[in-house]
Nanobody, 123 residues
């Protein structure tokens, strides 16, 4: 049973930083794309950052230069370092594992999801 468990969310002021963690367990075999999505109240879930099996990252335009996705394969953990946060970054953040080794923004290609961790940024 594949499990993804997020942590690291919280409340910060605008300009602050948070580091999110996604601990994965219960699967073997080749690596696949891992991604962070977020969903704010009343809005659709959107991809924030992803990292493919070769370690290549892709970012949502609005977070480029502020967020960094990374992974530690030995620990089966994916990280999202978020700097210079703004109130527009407020959302529930979800970690997801893709069916494929490449990354896309299609939510249907992600077959495992964590329970989410809340990020709240105040002005």
């Amino acid at each position: 049973q594949v499990q993804l468990v997020e942590s690291g969310g919280g409340s910060v002021q605008s300009g602050g930083s948070l580091r999110l963690f996604c601990a994965a367990s219960g699967y073997t075999g080749s690596r696949s794309c891992m991604a962070w999505f977020r969903q704010a109240p009343g809005k659709e879930r959107e991809g924030v950052a992803s990292i493919d099996s070769d370690g290549n990252p892709v970012y949502l335009d609005s977070v480029k230069g502020r967020f960094t996705i990374s992974q530690d394969n030995a620990k089966n953990t994916v990280y999202l370092q978020m700097n210079n946060l703004t109130p527009e970054d407020t959302a529930m953040y979800y970690c997801a594992k893709s069916t494929y080794d490449y990354c896309s923004g299609d939510l249907r290609e992600y077959n495992y999801w964590g329970q989410g961790t809340q990020v709240t940024v105040s002005s």
